[in-house]
Every structure is written in C-alpha cells, then in structure tokens.
C-alpha cells in the first residue's frame, strides 16, 4: 500500500555533498513525520534527521551543523542536503516513513552513501 523510494548516494570525497531524496506513495493520508537512518557496515542503524509535516525537525548530534533535512509535504517527499562529509558518514541510507494514526513505520530499500578519499 505504501512505498518508500530514496536515491541520490554515491562516491564523494571527504568534505564534498550529497543531497539524498526520498518519495511515498500509495497512501499518504496520515503521515506523521518523514525521515533518515543509516546503518553502517557491523553498527546499529540510527537516526540521522527527522522532519514533522509541521516542520520540526530533530537531528544526530553528530551531524549538527553538517546535514539539512527539509520537505514538500504536497508531493509526500523528504530530503537530506550532507554537506562537509566524513569518512564516518558512509552508511547505507534509509529514508523513514511514519504514520502516526497508526504508530507505523515504512522504509526505503536503501540508497549507499560512500566517502572516501
């Protein structure tokens, strides 16, 4: 019923940008919030950005000052502007779908984000 879909990783060096992007379809009447995890090679996933429909957002202390998550709740979608990238962020990148009506959560397949000199 409802579809996750990110793109926009890649290869950068350290210091470069990458803007992810993230689309839901299918339903999304009910959306609470729309966000990003990543999950790197042997770690726990984790929270990266969260974004409200109302526009409050939380993020990862360690990417304060570095990421900018934004929205366009009329297209149901969500993106993640890394800028000054570091080694650690490499991860695969799932984008976060959450219905509060129902306390549901839907994912993206992943999108591999790499930084690397």
């Known amino acids: 019923q409802v579809r996750v879909v990110e793109f926009g990783g890649g290869l950068v060096q350290p210091g470069g940008s990458l803007r992810l992007s993230c689309a839901a379809s299918?339903?999304?009447?009910?959306?609470?919030?729309m966000g990003w995890y990543r999950q790197a090679p042997e770690k726990q996933r984790e929270l990266v950005a969260r974004i409200t429909t109302g526009g409050n957002t939380d993020y990862a202390d360690s990417v304060k000052g570095r990421f900018t998550i934004s929205r366009d709740n009329a297209k149901n979608m969500v993106f993640l502007q890394m800028n000054s990238l570091k080694f650690e962020d490499t991860a695969v990148y799932y984008c976060?779908?959450?219905?509060?009506?129902?306390?549901?959560?839907?994912w993206g397949q992943g999108t591999q984000v790499t930084v690397s000199s």
């Open positions: 299918g339903s999304s009447f009910g959306i609470w919030s």
């Open positions: 976060n779908v959450f219905y509060g009506a129902t306390n549901t959560n839907y």
